[in-house]
């Protein structure tokens, strides 16, 4: 979970549902079975006569992109792996940011500790334990693994029609939670009443702040214009397609 606070004495929360345990072993039981299958294939392959001389090399060679998968996916992914991906989870640093490579590479690196040592075992102990849905890796990088939210009926948020063939501007806004569409729609709605005055243009700043560090967006819309474009992207991906 992620607290900010706007405002003199009003906290906003923006919170991430924590991955439970079984969750993340069953993201690791897909990815397992993808590492089976892409194994299977290298044995159908190279199981010619030709390449008998060199297999073990071979072997080696297309061992690699397994060891450095969950690295690469990362990375490329935006925190996410296949097995996450199927289980919508994603792996964000512990005050919901988004993490850089350094992160990743650490959370990697620790790996072997914490899924090969003991089938997993103590990775499956340390989140247990920890309560932060963080294994070995996770506590050395500052990284946890959250829920991606999942789709939310219109009708029990009330959330309004948008105009037809609408186009999102931040692809980003699928992974705002219910809370902080609430939220920013709090913060519009006391701008709406009050006008520009100081107290609502510093929730607005402070806010579209908070929103940018946790998406990893730049923009040159205004803080009115940004929240807005929030609030219909939010609308967007959470309408029954």
């Known amino acids: 979970m992620e607290n900010i606070s706007i405002g003199t004495s009003q906290n906003i929360d923006l919170e991430h549902s924590l991955a439970s345990v079984g969750e993340r072993i069953v993201a690791h ?20 006569n030709l390449f008998q001389p060199v297999l073990g090399y071979i072997y080696i060679l297309f061992a690699l992109p397994i060891l450095f998968y ?7 992914f935006n ?58 890796g996770d506590l050395a990088a500052g990284t946890t693994v959250v ?28 992974n705002l939670t219910e809370n902080e569409y609430k939220i920013i729609k709090e913060v519009l709605d006391f701008r709406y009443k009050t006008g520009l005055t100081e107290p609502a243009y510093n929730l607005m700043v402070q806010l579209k702040t908070k929103l940018e560090k946790k998406l990893n967006i730049s923009t040159t819309l205004n803080n009115q214009e940004f929240l807005k474009a929030m609030i219909n992207d939010y609308i967007y991906y959470n309408r029954e397609k």
């Open 79 to 136: 925190g996410q792996n296949a097995g996450k991906r199927v289980m919508k989870l994603k792996v964000v640093m512990a005050d919901g940011s988004q993490p850089d490579f350094m992160a990743y590479f650490i959370r990697w690196i620790f790996r072997i500790v914490d899924n090969v040592i003991l089938f997993g075992g103590i990775s499956t102990l340390v989140i247990i334990l920890n309560g932060r849905s963080q294994r070995i």
């Open 147 to 174: 829920r991606l939210k999942r789709k939310q009926n219109l009708e029990s948020l009330r959330l309004p029609d948008l105009p037809p063939n609408y186009q999102p501007f931040f692809p980003e806004a699928i």
């Open 70 to 76: 969950d690295l690469i996916c990362e990375l490329t």
């Open 29 to 48: 039981i897909i990815d397992y079975f993808l590492f089976l299958g892409y194994f299977l294939i290298v044995l159908i392959i190279f199981s010619v």
